[in-house]
């Protein structure tokens, strides 16, 4: 049950990134920075789009708040770092790709929706 709601809520979120063309979100599971499957394919899509348009990126990577603050703070840096790089090896020029970290966050989407990086492409 737990994990159904797990899903339930993912779809909710990335249904959230679907009404701003340009926007992606990238999700991760607690403490990680590995990309999965879906992660994968949600990068591939952004720069696709990047690459087709020339357009600048933005990667901001989020991380959920706990004990120890520093430790989110990194996290949120390697979650962006990984996404940018992976956007560069699927072909988006590295020079115009910018991150931000933006953790941690404490919000009414709770923790899952601070496990995630968002990427914006043709943004500010």
């Known amino acids: 049950m737990r994990r159904l709601s797990l899903l339930l809520g993912l779809g909710l979120l990335t249904g959230c990134a679907g009404g701003h063309p340009g926007k992606y979100v990238v999700f991760f599971t607690q403490n990680s920075t590995q990309l999965d499957a879906p992660a994968q394919m949600v990068i591939t899509q952004a720069a696709q789009r990047a ?11 989020y991380a959920a708040a706990s004990h120890d603050l520093s430790a989110d703070e990194l996290l949120a840096i390697d979650r962006a770092k990984i996404v940018a790089r992976q956007l560069a090896v699927d072909g988006v020029d590295a020079s115009r790709i910018s991150q931000q970290p ?23």
């Open 51 to 61: 690459v087709s348009t020339h357009a600048r990126v933005r990667v901001e990577g």
């Open 102 to 124: 933006r953790g941690p966050l404490n919000n009414e989407n709770g923790a899952l929706a601070s496990r995630r990086v968002e990427i914006e492409v043709g943004g500010r």
